[in-house]
């Protein structure tokens, strides 16, 4: 089990077991998480080019300038969210580089429309990172793999 400082208030620990990654599924998690991180980041900053462009072309191109409260609150969040995507970039390197996560294994108890609900953990609507893991619906009381970092959780696979 790779070294953690996770916080595990979110898990009970009587209900899983940890669990000793190969390297293969180690980098599998850990690019998965870098790869999320990254997307959010260049989600965020194309999200905020859209609506600068769009302000933009309401203002020079169409000569309708509207100011309400709605409007500037949802600008102020749509600025905020590239600042979050680095925030996050940048911690989930530093945990990745520090192995600030761990591995455990349970037992998936259901699913819901939000993903799967795992036996021992907290949150509901765990989801695989990897897709060929995702495939097929995955019965009550199969041994998944449960990975943790910052928190949050993710299935790794089928133990």
Same mark, same amino acid.
């Given at each position: 089990?790779?070294?953690?400082?996770?916080? +595990?208030?979110?898990?009970?620990?009587?209900?899983?077991?940890?669990?000793?990654?190969?390297?293969?599924?180690?980098?599998?998690? +850990?690019?998965?998480?870098?790869?999320?991180?990254?997307?959010?980041?260049?989600?965020?900053?194309?999200?905020?080019?859209?609506? %600068?462009?769009? %302000?933009?072309?309401?203002?020079?191109?169409?000569?309708?300038?509207?100011?309400?409260?709605?409007?500037?609150?949802?600008?102020?969040?749509?600025?905020?969210?590239?600042?979050?995507?680095?925030?996050?970039?940048?911690?989930?390197?530093?945990?990745?580089?520090?192995?600030?996560?761990?591995?455990?294994?349970?037992?998936?108890?259901?699913?819901?429309?939000?993903?799967?609900? %795992?036996?021992?953990?907290?949150?509901?609507?765990?989801?695989?990172?990897?897709?060929?893991?995702?495939?097929?619906?995955?019965?009550?009381?199969?041994?998944?793999?449960?990975?943790?970092?910052?928190?949050?959780?993710?299935?790794?696979?089928?133990?």
């Amino acid at each position: 089990m790779s070294e953690s400082q996770s916080n +595990t208030s979110s898990i009970d620990l009587s209900a899983v077991e940890p669990y000793t990654p190969t390297a293969e599924q180690e980098k599998t998690y +850990t690019s998965g998480k870098i790869k999320s991180a990254w997307g959010l980041l260049v989600g965020s900053l194309l999200f905020l080019l859209i609506v %600068v462009a769009l %302000v933009l072309l309401f203002i020079h191109v169409l000569h309708i300038i509207v100011f309400s409260f709605r409007i500037i609150v949802g600008l102020l969040i749509i600025l905020i969210l590239p600042f979050y995507g680095v925030y996050n970039v940048v911690s989930t390197m530093k945990n990745v580089s520090r192995k600030n996560y761990s591995f455990y294994t349970g037992e998936i108890l259901g699913k819901t429309d939000k993903g799967y609900i %795992v036996k021992g953990i907290q949150s509901s609507g765990l989801s695989f990172i990897d897709k060929a893991d995702a495939c097929g619906e995955k019965a009550a009381g199969a041994k998944v793999i449960i990975a943790c970092m910052k928190d949050e959780f993710d299935l790794l696979g089928l133990e």
